[in-house]
């Protein structure tokens, strides 16, 4: 079992900035790839941004691409989600999902290829 902590989400003025925090406790966490995805009211929850296990694949949603950056450090357990030029339609409510494979080498897009999920962290862009 993995349990996972989002955290550093709030209110941003449009081209601001934030960074995302996603902490993991329970089986070794550098071991899975890990997802952002977001989901607005309304609608559908879709990919942000994935990364596989070591890090050296990534994956990005077409409309966060140049904007949004994803990282991770295996020795403090957590994945990072650098957020800037922020926009009004990037508010949603913001999880980190993580893989139980171990070592896979891609960064999955698909939101069934994840087991772990957080409970999200709130994204709010004012104008």
């Known amino acids: 079992q993995v349990q996972l902590v989002e955290s550093g989400g709030g209110l941003v003025q449009a081209g601001g900035s934030l960074r995302l925090s996603c902490a993991a406790s329970?089986?070794?966490?550098?071991?899975?790839?890990v997802g952002w995805f977001r989901q607005a009211p309304g609608k559908e929850r879709e990919l942000v941004a994935a990364?596989?296990?070591?890090?050296?694949?990534?994956a990005y949603g077409d409309s966060v691409k140049g904007r949004f950056t994803i990282s991770r450090d295996n020795a403090k357990n957590t994945v990072y989600l650098r957020m800037i030029s922020l926009k009004p339609e990037d508010p949603a409510v913001y999880y980190c999902?993580?893989?139980?494979?171990?070592?896979?080498?891609?960064?999955?897009?698909?939101?069934?290829?994840?087991?772990?999920w957080g409970q999200g962290t709130q994204v709010t862009v004012s104008s």
């Open positions: 329970g089986r070794t966490f550098s071991t899975s790839a």
């Open positions: 999902a993580a893989d139980r494979t171990y070592y896979k080498t891609s960064a999955p897009d698909r939101l069934d290829a994840y087991d772990y």
């Open positions: 990364i596989n296990w070591s890090g050296g694949n990534t």
